[in-house]
């Protein structure tokens, strides 16, 4: 018996199979305008502003490209990524967070706060800032593309505020 023969004494039966496919929430259609309008009062500028923050930020760029898009400064291109959930936005290390909240707590003067950590005016502020306005979740759920990814955040820059005391500088080598 050659493979021929063998070949003509099976049967094949197909059946119809079903279609499964990858289950996905796609509100890609949604205005992110629209939905900033409904938090106006919680945005530092205009809900398109913000739009356009988050959509550039989204898109890779800097936080000051997306605030030049959008024609806003920094800060307050900033202050909205803060405000709508996304991380890594504050100017400030860990231990200087720290110092910031002993002055916010009446603990250290001004002057002694800005020495010790090390920021300018405008990083201070914006660390202030941060520090006084929690996230707001309505602008999170608004900018949210879908039910599995947000528009922003970075577990690069999370982790490494996180590891931030442990980790020693390159001149501490020397």
């Known amino acids: 018996m050659g493979l021929a023969d063998i070949a003509d004494e099976l049967g094949v039966t197909t059946t119809t199979q079903e279609e499964r496919g990858v289950a ?3 509100d890609t259609d949604v205005d992110l305008d629209a939905r900033l309008r409904d938090h106006a009062d919680k945005l530092p500028c205009t809900p398109e502003a913000a739009a356009t923050v988050l959509e550039r930020h989204a898109a890779g ?4 490209d997306a605030a ?3 024609i806003v400064a920094p800060v307050t291109a900033a202050k909205v990524l803060h405000r709508a959930g996304i991380e890594g936005v504050t100017p400030l290390a860990p231990t200087a967070r720290q110092i910031l909240r002993d002055w916010l707590a009446g603990q250290l003067s001004r002057a002694d706060a800005l020495e010790l950590t090390g920021a300018d005016d405008a990083e201070f502020a914006l ?12 602008l999170a759920d608004a900018t949210r593309r879908d039910a599995a990814a947000s528009l922003g955040g970075d577990a690069l820059v999370k982790k490494r ?3 931030a005391d442990t980790m ?5 080598l020397f």
């Open 168 to 172: 020693s500088a390159s001149t501490d």
């Open 161 to 163: 505020e996180e590891l």
């Open 61 to 64: 760029d800097s936080v000051g």
């Open 127 to 138: 660390a202030a800032y941060i520090e006084t306005h929690d996230p707001v979740p309505e």
């Open 24 to 26: 996905t929430v796609d």
């Open 68 to 70: 030049e898009a959008a």
